[in-house]
């Protein structure tokens, strides 16, 4: 089964994300590869967009993620052993992090400047990619997202490699995937077309339809604007 596009995805995974009923989510977008799906997914469930910036590591004979994934405020997952043995030298790996790091600053304060920091505290992070294969990524960014205080975490994603999916569920308080793949492939192979966005260009959609939201924000509001003890919304999701 694939996917005609980024549209097509967000309507159906808007409606298993639905039946867990997040307290007032946020949709994140695992930038720069999820953002069309979390511009999407976000339009369809009306609800506020941000993004969460991570870099998937790509050395010379790796597939990028293979070996690990960098994001925001440093957050890294390295797969040495794996490195070790594919004989791609550590320092090599380390300077490609180090790269991918400043980067991924760069970016960051780019996107702030448009774009301020949706706040967490008190609601569901809807964390958005366009798919897992080796589930590095999201495994930064779900990291990332607990350190900015979100009370409940949601990894929703159309397609994903089971094994990587079974690694990230114990990372996040709820997963939503349309279709698990038996095996680790690239993303892409699963839709008829999905855009491959510069991050430039990936930055100017996510702040044009994040603005659009929050222009429409009066008419979405009113519905469980509450807070608790952390850990609540995720127990609300999990008991459904």
């Not at 997952?77 to 790996?93: H, K, Y």
Request: with cysteine; proline share 8%.
């Amino acid at each position: 089964m694939t996917f005609h596009n980024p549209a097509e995805a967000a309507r159906r995974l808007a409606e298993q994300v639905r039946r867990l009923r997040p307290e007032r989510p946020v949709v994140v977008a695992l930038a720069p590869r999820g953002v069309p799906l979390a511009v999407n997914l976000a339009a369809v469930l009306r609800a506020p967009l941000d993004a969460v910036l991570v870099h998937e590591l790509a050395v010379p004979g790796c597939p990028p993620g293979v070996l690990g994934a960098v994001g925001e405020e440093s957050v890294s997952v390295l797969n040495r052993p794996l490195a070790a043995r594919l004989g791609v030298d550590a320092e090599l790996l380390d300077k490609t992090a180090q790269y991918a790091s400043a980067r991924t600053e760069d970016l960051r304060r780019a996107l702030r400047e448009q774009l301020p920091q949706q706040p967490l505290e008190g609601r569901t992070a809807v964390l958005v990619d366009a798919g897992v294969a080796t589930g590095a990524g999201a495994s930064v960014a779900a990291t990332i997202l607990r350190h900015r205080g979100a009370e409940a975490l949601m990894l929703a994603v159309p397609v994903g490699a089971r094994s990587a999916l079974r690694q990230l569920g114990g990372q996040v308080d709820a997963l939503v995937c349309v279709r698990e793949m038996p095996w680790p492939r690239p993303v892409h192979e699963w839709y008829d077309a999905y855009p491959e966005l510069g991050d430039h260009e990936a930055r100017q959609m996510l702040v044009q339809s994040a603005r659009e939201l929050d222009r429409e924000a009066p008419a979405m509001a009113g519905a469980g604007a509450h807070g608790g003890a952390r850990g609540r919304a995720a127990q609300a999701m999990l008991a459904r």
